[in-house]
């Protein structure tokens, strides 16, 4: 099974030379701390920077100068800045190559639900809608199961929709799934895990097919 | 030139009354317009429509418009650090709208642009979209979304000039430039006034014609929401 930075790091295998990339926030943003040598990549934050950096050294933290997570960053060479507006053109006009982010359930049919519990205090969408609308390479980085054990890959969402059709590949602490017309199709199972273990934990309709390696970094 | 000056956050907020539609700038605590918000607090104006992205923590930002009860209504992307907020929400005596974040920035530039709305595929397919019309193009569904209408739109920059002449710093550039000519009257506060013929005109953001009042906020605690380093080797 793999932990948070375990699926941080196969998400960054995602990554592919010259890609401009946004990250969720949650285990999405951990991505950044593993791009693979010798490729180039930018990431981007919807709150209106391209080219962020790691966090700030302390002391040299900047009000002025943070990710969509509210968090304090830095730039890299090559960075810039821009209005709320400018960085959905970015996103919507499908500039960009790769989205990553969080989820409470997805669907076999590509629908991601992943802003409002019925009942429950809604904090909003942000720009989920935005990225999952238009992106065309959508990933997402979630447990296999909630807390409840109850799983997240579902024949059809029950959560409130944040967009729909539009997830192509999702990566768990249990395995790597590619979304087919047929359903969950299993690629890759985490170090450790059987596919009775991945069967049990998925809802939705799960597609096997010969033999499943385990997934490497 | 056309002088846009005014002396002060006083002056820069008259004409403001109760029940009108307000947008904010800022993303988070980052690039909120500090003076103009006090100064609302200060002046007890109430029944406020409020368009921002965030609505503040809960003793600063527009939080602390929420703590008085002067807002009526939200109309945000995101609102999740604020146990007020949170409190009125559920009591229903806030209402809240809620729309995606690129959606809110463009229903700005619309409105700053003279569109009376777009299409986008933003919510297609959820709740947000339900009751609004949509449209296929080229085999993809869009949903059609309205430009804002608003009385005052408070700005925060980080230089400006007499003229109305913007710049922004960093990310705290976010909402500001498309809320910038999206309402009847457009007031910016600057963390520095600079003299006429300063500002480099290669490099200004937003020119003065969108842009009715201009001042020199007098204090920026500029709150960091979530502090974030790394050590260093």
Redesign the interface.
Known sequence: MLDKIGIAKRLAKELKDGYYVNLGIGIPTLVANYVPEGIAVEFQ?????LGMG?????G????????A?????TTLPGAS?????L??SM??GKHVDLTILGAMEVAENG?IANWKIPGK??????????LV??AENIIVAMMHTNKEGESKLLKRCTL??????CIKKIVTNLAVLEITEKGFKLLERAPGVTIEEIKNATEGTLIIEGLIPEITF | MINKEVANVQEALKGVTDNMVLMFGGFGLSGIPENAIAQLVKLGIRGLTCISNNAGVDDFGLGLLLQKRQIKKMISSYVGENEEFERQMLSGELDVELIPQGTLAERCRAAQAGFPAFYTPAGYGTEVAEGKETREFNGKMYVLEHAFKADFAFIKAWKGDAAGNLIFKGTARNFNPVMCGAAKITVAEVEELVPLGTLDPNQIHIPGIFVQRIFQGKHYEKRIEQRTVRQKD
């Open positions: 934050s919807e709150n209106g920077v790691p966090f700030p050294f302390e040299e933290e900047d009000a002025d100068v943070i990710n997570g509210k968090q304090t960053i800045f821009f209005d709320s507006a960085s959905f996103i919507r629908d205090m809604v904090k909003g969408m942000g720009g989920a809608m935005d609308a238009s409130p929709l944040t967009g729909i059709g």
